[in-house]
């Protein structure tokens, strides 16, 4: 294809991008301009409001930089077995994950975050030149977050029950009727952890 001059699709490797799901992956396309290459960061969650989605950035960013001019990395604080274990654990248990952290052991994520995280994700910004009047707020969002014990996830649970309650016997309307009013919260971009149930 090349020494024709062609653009090869490579259809093998989107077929296989599309079942991997690496923290980042590269990823090649065709499109009407031409072949691309771009490398996706899928460590962040997604949503469900751009607030929600730029608070989860200012923390990320924030943690990674302070976590930077630590002493000791935490990766050689905390065994890759571990971290692994959190990972799951989290996925699984969500806002009420109990995670280890080195130095303290094994918290309540929302307490991690309150006491550990969000002061290191403070400095972190600030380091790198992020002025309190950004700063602040964004991180406030995951302070309410953790304070409220409420997040996107635990909205939808909680929707879908209230609606099944509320005497919606079958749960594809139920789970329809809560993407319809969580589409309505979304485009309101008020942080998810403020949005009410019923």
Known sequence: ??????VPQLGELTLHNG??????RPVYAVTGSGPHLR??????????????IIANGAFYYGLTRALVDEDRPVWTRMSFAVAEENLHTASRDGIDARLY????????????????????????????GM????????????????????????????AVHHLEKAGISDRRE??????????????MNAPAHTWPVD
């Open 131 to 158: 002025d309190a009047v950004w700063r602040e707020p964004l991180l406030g969002i995951i302070e309410q977050r953790c304070v409220t014990a409420r997040n996107g996830a635990l909205w939808q649970a909680e």
């Open 1 to 6: 294809m090349l020494d024709r001059g062609g």
């Open 101 to 128: 952290w080195p130095g303290v052991g094994e918290v309540p994520v929302t307490e991690l975050v309150l006491r550990r995280l969000l002061p290191l994700a403070h400095r972190g910004l600030e380091l790198a």
């Open 19 to 24: 079942t991997i799901y690496r923290w980042n």
């Open 39 to 52: 490398i996706e960061n899928r460590v962040l969650p997604a949503g469900p409001t751009v607030a929600d």
């Open 174 to 187: 139920a789970l329809r009727q809560m993407t319809s009013t969580y589409m309505d919260y979304m485009h």
